[in-house]
């Protein structure tokens, strides 16, 4: 008989084993959707010079201290200076140079009057630009450093790469990327009735899904996928998989055979390795029956072989083990609070994590079940962007009520189980 | 002088010209996170043959009408079967198969009593299952087509294949999934201060962060990016670009150059091209200069240069674009409404996009700019998830005010522009 433990308590257990995996170099252009195995600083101030933020004219502002509608000033045009060029030489008091966004500001200026306030002139041959109000010293100048100083903190290990951070990696010459290594996943569907995707059905037999749906969970956490195939419900086809998988993989996830069936032999698998036993049975619904072991320092997850179980299961176990790899501090499903949109009056012992949708109505968090909450039913998972919790117990949950949600699309994560 | 049109207005005009891209077929392992083709339908019955939900014994109920915890009936277990193979022959009335979870159910059985409930006894060398209990005609049997029928619709066409999906696909036998291909996005920065980002800094002169951040966002948004490196500040320089993309992409997108500068030359390359202009202006800020044009029925996006209002103008025009050539009905940015939680008293004519925190607290949502809002500042690129809408006119904002945001990191999306 096993005992149940409760979902938190197994995450415990499972993390306890968790370690930080190891970095690599990828080039920027590669970098998009990986996690920063370094802090991110500013390699520099930014602006790293003295910059115009618009099209118009650098001048010295002394030159307009008596320039007014009635009075306007002529500074002589002595030049033009796009973005990416500098100005030789400095320019005198009488002088203006005509400046674009971005452009340095050229020596002796000190302010920057807006092109849209001046109107240009030509004189004896000369162009001059007329200036009809008086400029302040360090007027639409950005200063060295008046964004962001050398050295300032910008993005913190472990996030994950985002087009804004891929920005910044840009700016600061960051050319090849620090990034945690893509923890190898080992993905093992036992059971005999497992046909391939591509085979035509035989009585008493279904396609293995679970394989391709477990790769593309572990895609969406960051991790990388070793998929062994199917395997035939026998000791010996499974204690071969298990075993090459560890040789291979920095994680093992099997699917299938932990139940209490005639060929269930996960459990056998464990022993015959010595592994120690994390636990066989967790207070949940669906995958009560979820277990983790630990042999030569590698964790085994046996997720349950039916399709939802088995997608909670690696959400609430996997996913938060290979984020730790991936050196994120925020490694668990991050909680919110939402409305139940509709009546759970049954009751359950277990904990519930019912595939949930979640929406927003007028400022505030609805939560619905996706599809039917039959755990056998995959159509359910496809609309899912969330787990709804409902804490097992003798009382049911009505709609209105205020309930615990774990968001599965979100990449904020949160710094401990909820 | 340009004259600025509405967002929603300038959102119109390009979304006119925007129509669906073509399909193609990838393997299901490589089906993760495209856009559908087609909407997938169940090919099958599910359950497609009457299956056991749990461990137990297949039985004919009749059997069991007069059995109680006093008078147990003896039934006598004539094998086993496992999931994946099939009884051979009938059972009679006296016998019971064991079976497990997802087993065939034998012909002759009609119902399963779950192994928990039950006792073997072994007598006279034959094994027979104890049952205590009258169980009904169909009690745990999974009916073929219960959770599923043939031809029912399980995933529109245009969803992002989750792992949900992928689950549905494999059960189904899409072992080559139809999917959109990837629209074939240019990328081109223009502006002669931009260095590449393994190049050492020059006085006037910054790192293009443009062309990367926008790589990974049309990544983001399903797209192929091509990145056409960077191109001098000339008329000639960025004309050929221009061209060069537009024979090799489905969309074109520069950044920089539009504006009243000196060396801003895609107004006179979009002249050159006989384009049609859709805009030149747009009542927004940041990126009010964000110009789009329509030259042999290809789309030009001419973002601006500031890498702020480049990322906004990305999201607000071409992001759609995308979405559409993905066939995706909601292929505009999902709107939100969330509580401010900081002032923004200060007014202005033009609507306000300010990249943007939104979080969630107690079942309401939250929203705060992300970092300083300055346009030039790349690191409030960092920690935004949406983006804080603010309507242009004579009134500020107070914090508690409710406002509307748009969600950048969410799949779902809306069916037309807010």
């Given at each position: 008989?096993?005992?149940?433990?409760?979902?938190?308590?197994?995450?415990?257990?499972?993390?306890?084993?968790?370690?930080?995996?190891?970095?690599?170099?990828?080039?920027?252009?590669?970098?998009?959707?990986?996690?920063?195995?370094?802090?991110?600083?500013?390699?520099?101030?930014?602006?790293?010079?003295?910059?115009?933020?618009?099209?118009?004219?650098?001048?010295?502002?002394?030159?307009?201290?008596?320039?007014?509608?009635?009075?306007?000033?002529?500074?002589?045009?002595?030049?033009?200076?796009?973005?990416?060029?500098?100005?030789?030489?400095?320019?005198?008091?009488?002088?203006?140079?005509?400046?674009?966004?971005?452009?340095?500001?050229?020596?002796?200026?000190?302010?920057?009057?807006?092109?849209?306030?001046?109107?240009?002139?030509?004189?004896?041959?000369?162009?001059f630009v007329q200036i009809k109000r008086r400029v302040a010293e360090g007027e639409n100048i950005s200063r060295i450093g008046e964004d962001m100083q050398e050295g300032c903190l910008l993005v913190e290990k472990g996030t994950v790469i985002n087009p804004g951070v891929v920005a910044v990696l840009a700016t600061f010459g960051y050319y090849r990327v620090p990034v945690m290594k893509r923890p190898k996943v080992a993905i093992i569907a036992t059971g005999s009735e497992l046909l391939e995707v591509y085979?035509?059905?035989?009585?008493?037999?279904?396609?293995?899904?679970?394989?391709?749906?477990?790769?593309?969970?572990?895609?969406?956490?960051?991790?990388?996928?070793?998929?062994?195939?199917?395997?035939?419900?026998?000791?010996?086809?499974?204690?071969?998989?298990?075993?090459?998988?560890?040789?291979?993989?920095?994680?093992?996830?099997?699917?299938?055979?932990?139940?209490?069936?005639?060929?269930?032999?996960?459990?056998?698998?464990?022993?015959?390795?010595?592994?120690?036993?994390?636990?066989?049975?967790?207070?949940?619904?669906?995958?009560?029956?979820?277990?983790?072991?630990?042999?030569?320092?590698?964790?085994?997850?046996?997720?349950?072989?039916?399709?939802?179980?088995?997608?909670?299961?690696?959400?609430?176990?996997?996913?938060?083990?290979?984020?730790?790899?991936?050196?994120?501090?925020?490694?668990?499903?991050?909680?919110?609070?939402?409305?139940?949109?509709?009546?759970?009056?049954?009751?359950?012992?277990?904990?519930?994590?019912?595939?949930?949708?979640?929406?927003?109505?007028?400022?505030?968090?609805?939560?619905?079940?996706?599809?039917?909450?039959?755990?056998?039913?995959?159509?359910?998972?496809?609309?899912?962007?969330?787990?709804?919790?409902?804490?097992?117990?003798?009382?049911?949950?009505?709609?209105?009520?205020?309930?615990?949600?774990?968001?599965?699309?979100?990449?904020?994560?949160?710094?401990?189980?909820?």
């Amino acid at each position: 008989m096993r005992k149940p433990i409760k979902v938190e308590e197994a995450i415990e257990r499972v993390m306890k084993w968790s370690y930080e995996g190891e970095k690599e170099y990828v080039s920027i252009e590669e970098s998009f959707g990986r996690a920063l195995a370094e802090d991110i600083k500013a390699t520099t101030d930014v602006p790293w010079f003295d910059r115009s933020p618009y099209d118009g004219y650098a001048i010295c502002a002394a030159a307009t201290e008596n320039a007014s509608a009635s009075t306007p000033v002529l500074l002589e045009v002595v030049g033009t200076v796009g973005a990416g060029s500098v100005w030789e030489g400095p320019i005198e008091p009488h002088q203006a140079v005509k400046i674009m966004t971005g452009a340095a500001i050229p020596d002796g200026a000190n302010a920057v009057i807006m092109v849209e306030l001046t109107q240009e002139v030509i004189k004896d041959g000369k162009t001059f630009v007329q200036i009809k109000r008086r400029v302040a010293e360090g007027e639409n100048i950005s200063r060295i450093g008046e964004d962001m100083q050398e050295g300032c903190l910008l993005v913190e290990k472990g996030t994950v790469i985002n087009p804004g951070v891929v920005a910044v990696l840009a700016t600061f010459g960051y050319y090849r990327v620090p990034v945690m290594k893509r923890p190898k996943v080992a993905i093992i569907a036992t059971g005999s009735e497992l046909l391939e995707v591509y085979e035509p059905l035989e009585k008493g037999k279904i396609r293995n899904s679970n394989a391709y749906m477990l790769k593309a969970q572990v895609r969406r956490a960051g991790g990388e996928p070793i998929v062994y195939g199917k395997v035939k419900d026998t000791f010996e086809a499974t204690f071969e998989a298990v075993t090459k998988a560890m040789q291979e993989a920095d994680i093992v996830v099997t699917t299938g055979g932990v139940s209490v069936g005639d060929f269930d032999y996960i459990p056998n698998v464990y022993e015959k390795l010595g592994a120690q036993l994390l636990f066989n049975k967790v207070g949940m619904r669906p995958g009560s029956v979820t277990s983790a072991a630990v042999a030569d320092k590698k964790v085994l997850f046996g997720l349950s072989g039916n399709p939802s179980a088995c997608y909670v299961g690696f959400e609430l176990f996997v996913r938060p083990f290979l984020k730790a790899m991936l050196g994120q501090k925020n490694c668990y499903l991050k909680k919110v609070q939402a409305i139940l949109k509709e009546d759970f009056l049954k009751t359950n012992p277990f904990t519930r994590f019912v595939r949930a949708k979640l929406s927003y109505d007028d400022g505030m968090l609805h939560v619905e079940p996706a599809g039917k909450d039959k755990s056998n039913i995959v159509s359910s998972l496809v609309q899912a962007n969330s787990l709804l919790v409902l804490p097992g117990g003798s009382r049911g949950f009505k709609a209105g009520t205020k309930v615990d949600v774990l968001l599965l699309e979100d990449e904020e994560g949160a710094p401990k189980w909820p």
